[in-house]
């Protein structure tokens, strides 16, 4: 029973470094401006599957920044393109799911510059 739990533990583990890097990959992407629909897709999938895990959300937070943020607003034109609804979904996501407060970044990323 100690050696299946174990195990259980690392699959675990394995799972949400696994997650952890995907997500990191797709920040970078969406960063440098070289993401497609399809990685918005996957992140967007990602995020949804992840949030009931405490861990994975944890690390979500501390990984976000305005430069991930302002690169999503930044592509997002408010329209009913698929793309559009992707990157609002995600917000919505990463506001709701993930506690991560949309407002505070976006101040600090346009006031930052002034100060």
């Not at 918005?40 to 920044?65: A, G, P, Y």
Request: aromatic letters at 12%; a negative charge; proline letters at 1%.
């Amino acid at each position: 029973m100690g050696i299946k739990r174990s195990f259980d533990e690392m699959e675990t583990s394995s799972k949400r470094s696994l997650a952890l890097s995907s997500f990191d990959f797709i920040k970078t992407l969406v960063v440098e401006k070289s993401f497609s629909e399809e990685n918005l897709t996957k992140f967007k999938t990602l995020l949804h599957d992840s949030k009931d895990e405490m861990s994975f959300t944890e690390s979500v937070r501390k990984i976000i920044n305005d430069k991930f943020i302002t690169s999503l607003l930044i592509d997002y034109t408010a329209s009913r393109s698929s793309k559009d609804t992707l990157i609002f979904d995600i917000l919505m996501l990463l506001e709701r799911a993930y506690t991560v407060n949309l407002w505070y970044v976006i101040e600090t990323s346009l006031l930052l510059p002034f100060v």
